[in-house]
């Protein structure tokens, strides 16, 4: 993934890869969902240079929550922010573009799932091997 953008209005932009599958695998699966509404289409664009924002930037870009699986509603938050910060919208489109399908690529693919699947052991159950973890949900 590429380490800088330069969105006009915020200068150059440095990005780190997110930590979270789930908030990628969020993101596109609504940017698939969404290709005609306009609105969202922006709303997810600033989704996208949200999650990558890094904390080696000047200024703080909101924060993802996981849990609530709200995409769409923190891209508004990130639009909201951005555009505070004097954002170019078109800008940060011909931006975003590019930035999802790299988030893309993150994604483990089937055959790289399968590839790792082949490698459990298969008197094992699938999970955590401590017992412990087992007890604490009745297993």
Same mark, same amino acid.
């Given at each position: 993934?590429?380490?800088?953008?330069?969105?006009?209005?915020?200068?150059?932009?440095?990005?780190?890869?997110?930590?979270?599958?789930? /908030?990628?695998?969020?993101?596109? +699966?609504?940017? +698939?969902?969404?290709?005609?509404?306009?609105?969202?289409?922006?709303?997810?664009?600033? /989704?996208?240079?949200?999650? %990558?924002?890094?904390?080696?930037?000047?200024?703080?870009?909101?924060?993802?929550?996981?849990?609530?699986?709200?995409?769409?509603?923190?891209?508004?938050?990130? &639009?909201?922010?951005? $555009?505070?910060?004097? %954002?170019? &919208?078109?800008? &940060?489109?011909?931006? /975003?573009?590019?930035? #999802? &399908?790299? $988030?893309?690529?993150?994604?483990?693919?089937?055959?790289?799932?399968?590839?790792?699947?082949?490698? #459990?052991?298969?008197?094992?159950? /699938?999970?955590?091997?401590?017992?412990?973890?087992?007890?604490?949900?009745?297993?």
């Amino acid at each position: 993934m590429r380490e800088s953008i330069n969105i006009k209005g915020l200068g150059d932009v440095k990005l780190t890869a997110p930590r979270s599958f789930v /908030a990628i695998n969020d993101l596109v +699966s609504e940017y +698939s969902a969404n290709q005609k509404s306009r609105a969202k289409l922006a709303r997810l664009s600033a /989704a996208a240079v949200g999650l %990558c924002w890094s904390k080696e930037n000047d200024r703080g870009a909101p924060i993802y929550d996981l849990a609530s699986g709200e995409i769409v509603a923190y891209g508004g938050d990130v &639009l909201e922010w951005l $555009l505070r910060q004097k %954002c170019d &919208l078109p800008s &940060l489109y011909e931006n /975003a573009l590019p930035l #999802f &399908l790299e $988030l893309w690529e993150l994604i483990p693919k089937e055959q790289e799932v399968a590839e790792q699947a082949e490698t #459990f052991p298969e008197e094992r159950r /699938a999970g955590s091997v401590s017992t412990e973890d087992s007890a604490a949900v009745g297993a």
